[in-house]
């Protein structure tokens, strides 16, 4: 493959690991992990992820533990939890928190489908907009030492890699989809 065409090709790969991150903010009726990923605590001053001031397991299904490496936190990370968008009461026996994830009802499910779609949308606009660049660049290259046809070679190159990336945002939206519809 053309080093022209990779540049967009590693533009399209940083779009998929974004998608990515977001769908596995999204919470699908178990309980994960990654739903913390976005909730920040203040560490002496500090905003720091959750998961690096305390030990975040699943003992079961529907519930996250997190035992904070100091006791102080164990009251930040409450209220780092409670204002978050999370929309959790977490519990707090004095040495970790709980979070309990309610069983999802089939209208949130639903509603959390179209959002999954939503992103995916997003994601295949943020892919299209970097072919759209790519191919502004190559027509860019009329009349240097760049044939016509070596630009239609870039530009069908460039699609098959949208193609290909399109194709990947539609899996993932249809496995985390899936993943939500699953009782």
């Known amino acids: 493959m053309n080093e022209r065409v990779q540049v ?29 990923d976005k909730i920040m605590v ?4 500090t905003p ?20 904070p490496w100091e006791k102080s936190m164990v009251k930040v990370i409450e209220k780092a939890i409670m204002v978050s968008e999370l929309g959790i009461n977490p519990t707090n026996d ?4 709980r979070l309990i994830f309610p069983e999802l009802t089939e209208e949130r499910r639903k509603e959390l489908v179209k959002d999954v779609k939503k992103k995916g949308e997003a994601a295949k606009v943020a892919i299209r907009n ?6 502004d ?16 070679d870039l530009e069908e190159q460039l699609q098959k890699v ?17 993943e939500v519809m699953t009782v």
């Open 42 to 45: 203040d560490y002496y001053g």
């Open 94 to 97: 004095g040495s970790a928190i």
């Open 137 to 152: 660049a190559f027509k860019k290259l009329k009349g240097s030492e760049v044939s016509e046809d070596e630009i239609k």
């Open 8 to 36: 967009y090709e590693e533009k399209m790969k940083k779009t998929m690991v974004n998608l990515d991150g977001e769908l596995g903010t999204i919470r699908a009726g178990r309980a994960n992990p990654h739903v913390l």
């Open 48 to 67: 720091t992820p959750i998961q690096q001031v305390a030990n975040v397991s699943v003992p079961e299904p529907r519930m996250i533990q997190i035992q």
């Open 130 to 135: 970097i072919r759209r660049d790519g191919n």
């Open 162 to 178: 949208t193609d290909k990336y399109i194709k990947e945002v539609d899996k993932a939206v249809d496995t985390k989809s899936k």
